[in-house]
């Protein structure tokens, strides 16, 4: 069992930058593989980023890819997403969400676990 705390999010300027952050309650944190999805007004949610367990492999979307940065401190119980070069499009509500499976997933529906969601809005 862990539970989700996002935070970090804002209003910011195209071309910005915020770093989100998710800390997790529970002792096997570190054996969960993370996965940050963001949800706009209308639109399905949409994989953002994915790590492994033990800070292994990482998977970024094409759309944010060179952008957005997803890192995990397991000694801090934290899993962090670093948006750079803010865009409009990338304003949403952003979840980060945890699995108790080694890879991460880009499918929603293959978490189990989620937080409550930061507002990220990016201002032209």
């Known amino acids: 069992q862990v539970q989700l705390v996002e935070s970090g999010g804002g209003l910011v300027q195209a071309g910005g930058s915020l770093r989100l952050s998710c800390a997790a309650s529970g002792r096997t944190f570190s054996s969960y593989s993370m996965g940050w999805f963001r949800q706009a007004p209308g639109k399905e949610r949409e994989f953002v980023a994915g790590?492994?367990?033990?800070?292994?492999?990482?998977y970024v979307a094409d759309s944010v890819k060179g952008r957005f940065t997803i890192s995990r401190d397991n000694a801090k119980n934290t899993v962090y997403l670093q948006m750079n070069s803010l865009k409009p499009e990338d304003t949403a509500v952003y979840y980060c969400a945890a699995r108790p499976v080694r890879i991460s997933s880009m499918s929603p529906h293959d978490y189990g676990y989620w937080g409550q969601g930061t507002q990220v809005t990016v201002s032209s």
């Open positions: 790590m492994a367990v033990y800070g292994g492999s990482t």
